[in-house]
Antibody, heavy 113, light 112 residues
Framework: EVKLVESGGGLVQPGRSLKLSCAAS????????MGWVRQAPGKGLEWIGE????????NYTPSLKDKFTISRDNAQNTLYLQMSKLGSEDTAIYYC??????WGQGTLVTVSS | DIVMTQGALPNPVPSGESASITCQSS???????????LNWYLQRPGQSPQFLIY???TRASGVSDRFSGSGSGTDFTLKISRVEAEDVGVYYC?????????FGSGTKLEIK
């Protein structure tokens, strides 16, 4: 069974950084592109970006490219999202996804002083 | 970026009736390989999105045949036949023809 479990969310002050993790299991992690999607409270889905199997290609939505960095550790079956210079607009549930079909339960990031 | 625009539903929809959700893209999603790169998702309240349809009209594994997708290169419809209580939630279309992938703003389905 494919399982994706996000962690690392919580309350963070404006301007600070935060790194999210996504632990994958139930499939061969290093065979798949992996990505992140977020959803602000009461709002729609926003695609953040995706990383290919060997980390040689990473695509971002342009508005987040300078703030967010996606990486992966295939030995640890883990996907990461490094977020910097966080603002209130980054308050959201962050989902890890394998393609369109498999999503984690999400981790909530709240940016507030 | 490709902009995805979704229509609203005349909520609530009577149980057992059909509901059609529309989605338009600012650019044709028809690839030269003949496939149209349009996905549909359902997000039930408090849950992660569930994958419903890919390539505009192909149901994902385990998805009820009450859900069907159709359309052209830029105009798409998700039809839900015989709506049930479990269909309640927000439906999103998404293009995965090119990066950045983009979602529609969502269409809420309520049932009476």
């Amino acid at each position: 069974e494919v399982k994706l479990v996000e962690s690392g969310g919580g309350l963070v002050q404006p301007g600070r950084s935060l790194k999210l993790s996504c632990a994958a299991s139930g499939f061969s992690f290093n065979d798949y592109w992996m990505g992140w999607v977020r959803q602000a409270p009461g709002k729609g889905l926003e695609w953040i970006g995706e990383i290919n199997q060997d980390s040689s290609t990473i695509n971002y939505t342009p508005s987040l490219k300078d703030k967010f960095t996606i990486s992966r550790d295939n030995a640890q079956n883990t996907l990461y999202l490094q977020m910097s210079k966080l603002g209130s607009e980054d308050t959201a549930i962050y989902y890890c996804a394998r393609g369109p079909a498999y999503w984690g339960q999400g981790t909530l990031v709240t940016v507030s002083s | 970026d490709i902009v995805m625009t979704q229509g609203a539903l005349p909520n609530p929809v009577p149980s057992g009736e059909s509901a059609s959700i529309t989605c338009q893209s600012s650019k044709s999603l028809l690839h030269s390989n003949g496939k149209t790169y349009l996905n549909w998702y359902l997000q039930r309240p408090g849950q992660s999105p569930q994958f419903l349809i890919y390539w505009m009209s192909t149901r994902a594994s385990g998805v009820s045949d009450r859900f069907s997708g159709s359309g052209s290169g830029t105009d798409f419809t998700l039809k839900i036949s015989r709506v049930e209580a479990e269909d309640v939630g927000v439906y999103y279309c998404q293009q995965d023809l090119e990066f950045p992938l983009t979602f529609g703003s969502g269409t809420k389905l309520e049932i009476k």
